[in-house]
C-alpha cells in the first residue's frame, strides 16, 4: 500500500504522539527505581528519537500525497483547458473560412449579375471585395 488514507494517517499519528508523549517519563522513572541502567536509558532515549523521525517521515508523506491529490485536477482542467482553446481556435478558423466562402460565392453572382445587367452591378461587385479585404485575418 503506497499511501494512507486520512483515518489511517491519524491513527498512526495520533499512537505515535501519544507513545512520544509517555515515553520519556516512563524511562525516567524506569531509571529511578534501578530497572534500567544508564545505558539502556540512553538506548531508549536514541530508539524515541527514532521514532519522531519516524513521525517526521509520515507527515511528510502524507502532505506530499495530499499535494500530489490537489495538483492532479489542475493538471486535468489546464490540459482540458488547453484542448478547448485549440477547439475553439478551430471553429474560428472554420467561421472565416465561411465567411469567404460566402463573400465568393457573393462576388461570383455578382459578377455574373453584372454580365447579365450591365455596368450597375459593378458597385455590388467592388462592395463585396471590400468586404471580402475587410475580413480579419484567421489568426487575429
Known amino acids: 500500500?503506497?499511501?494512507?488514507?486520512?483515518?489511517?494517517?491519524?491513527?498512526?499519528?495520533?499512537?505515535?504522539?501519544?507513545?512520544?508523549?509517555?515515553?520519556?517519563?516512563?524511562?525516567i522513572k524506569l531509571l529511578e527505581q534501578k530497572k534500567i541502567n544508564e545505558k539502556q536509558f540512553n538506548?531508549?532515549?536514541?530508539q524515541e528519537l527514532e521514532y519522531v523521525r519516524i513521525l517526521n517521515l509520515l507527515i511528510t508523506k502524507f502532505i506530499n500525497d495530499v499535494l500530489t491529490d490537489i495538483s492532479e485536477p489542475g493538471k486535468k482542467i489546464d490540459e482540458a483547458a488547453t484542448k478547448l482553446k485549440n477547439t475553439l481556435q478551430s471553429l474560428e478558423d472554420f467561421n472565416h473560412s465561411l465567411q469567404v466562402l460566402t463573400l465568393g460565392i457573393e462576388l461570383v453572382s455578382n459578377i455574373l449579375l453584372a454580365v447579365q445587367s450591365g455596368p450597375g452591378a459593378i458597385?455590388?461587385?467592388?462592395?463585396?471585395?471590400?468586404?471580402?479585404?475587410?475580413?480579419?485575418?484567421?489568426?487575429?
Open 43 to 46: 538506548q531508549l532515549s536514541v
Open 123 to 140: 458597385a455590388k461587385i467592388i462592395n463585396v471585395i471590400n468586404q471580402i479585404g475587410a475580413l480579419p485575418s484567421p489568426n487575429a
Open 1 to 27: 500500500m503506497d499511501s494512507l488514507t486520512t483515518q489511517e494517517f491519524q491513527q498512526c499519528r495520533n499512537q505515535l504522539l501519544a507513545f512520544l508523549k509517555e515515553a520519556p517519563m516512563k524511562r
